[in-house]
């Protein structure tokens, strides 16, 4: 449910010709449809770049190249420079979609056809944001776990299984041996699958007595719930049934890099056909949105890939 006071509402509001003069009030609302609700922006942190293709380090455990070490009087203090991983190339490419409206719609329909477009467009931008952070970590190197019992079965031990994900992301090691401290902290998974982990009986038995009010089956469904005091659940339709990601908890860096020529833009309304006062030969009106990217997974030790699970 939208924000009534929201930019996205206001378009709703708004006559057609309004928010066909008005810019601003587009972009405001594109970006507030998508804030918060792509996995994409927990996995990859936005770094500007200037060049089509851009180099970069897988990362290492912290740590020096020197190690501290008893200095006798008078000698020399060792000086460590940070160590670097395997250097990998990321390739940005452009990401484009728009949407139309007629002369029918701007003349003789309410704003509400609009909305439904900008809605349609930001759902396909998120879907296209789920697939590409999908392709990246399919390229990377990372971990899967088979579940053994699927999450809908009556003996299901979903609560295990995510515990023996963070197992697996905080005994992570460099190629030198040294710990990387990471702790699980997301699971990324589409509905039917979170909704399986939730109806399992071993998760809702850590939801008894005094912690009954805290229940996951219970939560409002735009904000989802912590499991087991550790996984926070994060929605999305794109990913396949049974597969869910387990992913290091923010406070330890992002898994990957959006490498990006800038934010996404989003164009005037422009006439399609021509320019004319009826909108060109189509009479009809455009809106584009284009973002160049490209992403890059930097601590694929970071993540592991649950199937199985339904």
């Known amino acids: 449910t939208l924000d009534r006071s929201s930019a996205a509402s206001d378009v709703y509001k708004r006559q057609v010709e309004d928010v066909l003069s008005s810019s601003e009030l587009i972009l405001a609302a594109s970006k507030e449809l998508l804030a918060g609700t792509q996995a994409y922006d927990l996995l990859f942190n936005p770094v500007k770049v200037n060049a089509l293709t851009v180099a970069y380090n897988e990362d290492v455990a912290p740590g020096l190249d020197q190690e501290v070490r008893k200095v006798p009087e008078f000698g020399e203090i060792p000086v460590g420079d940070p160590r670097r991983g395997k250097k990998k190339y990321a390739d940005i490419e452009k990401y484009a979609i728009g949407i139309r409206v007629s002369y029918e719609q701007e003349h003789f329909t309410s704003g509400a056809d609009v909305q439904r477009e900008l809605v349609a467009r930001m759902a396909e931008v998120r879907r296209a944001n789920s697939l590409a952070a999908l392709e990246a970590l399919a390229e990377a190197d990372i971990e899967e776990f088979p579940v053994a019992t699927k999450w809908s079965e009556a003996d299901a031990t979903p609560v295990d299984d995510l515990y023996a994900t963070d197992d697996l992301i905080s005994g992570a090691r460099d190629d030198l041996g040294n710990p990387f401290n990471y702790s699980a902290g997301y699971v990324w998974a589409n509905r039917r ?118």
Request: glycine residues 10%; hydrophobic residues 40%; proline residues 4%.
């Open 193 to 310: 699958t979170l909704n399986a982990l939730k109806r399992a009986k071993q998760t809702k038995d850590l939801y008894t007595g005094d912690m009954a009010h805290a229940n996951p089956l219970f939560a409002d469904i735009a904000r989802q719930p912590l499991i087991a005091e550790q996984f926070r659940l994060v929605p999305d339709q794109t990913l396949a049934d049974g597969v869910a990601y387990v992913f290091a908890d923010e406070e330890y860096g992002k898994i990957g890099s959006r490498f990006q020529l800038g934010e996404p833009k989003t164009s005037d309304w422009y006439s399609e056909g021509g320019d004319s006062t009826l909108g060109g030969s189509t009479m009809s009106k455009r809106t584009d949105w284009v973002h160049w990217r490209g992403l890059a997974v930097r601590a694929p030790k970071a993540i592991v890939k649950v199937t199985g699970a339904l």
